[in-house]
């Protein structure tokens, strides 16, 4: 993810092969290096047949991923809540008036 992130980065260094793909510059900048480390030392752009961007990210297992990450953090995000209402309660900041 980093090559592909410093290739990103750097396009304006990177160069033409075709209308779809960039390749290196040859040993000029991060743009060459990165794109030299990616798989086929090119970088191509779109969605392909397998789903996958650029030729690198699989879009299914970055979507499962972060909706792991997400879930995960709500639940945490509400754990914290929950033990704040607890101790705001256990405070006597909440009366049976308020909360029936």
Request: proline letters at 3%; hydrophobic letters at 40%.
């Amino acid at each position: 993810m980093k090559n592909l992130r410093d290739a990103l980065e750097h396009l304006d260094e990177a160069i033409w092969l075709d209308d779809v793909t960039l390749g290196s510059p040859g040993e000029k900048g991060n743009a060459g290096r990165a794109l030299r480390e990616l798989p086929g030392g090119s970088l191509i752009f779109g969605l392909g047949f397998d789903e996958k961007i650029m030729d690198l990210v699989d879009v299914g297992a970055l979507s499962r991923e972060t909706a792991a990450v997400i879930a995960t953090l709500d639940r945490e995000e509400e754990e914290v809540w929950q033990a704040e209402a607890e101790d705001l309660w256990a405070l006597g900041y909440f009366d049976e008036e308020d909360h029936p």
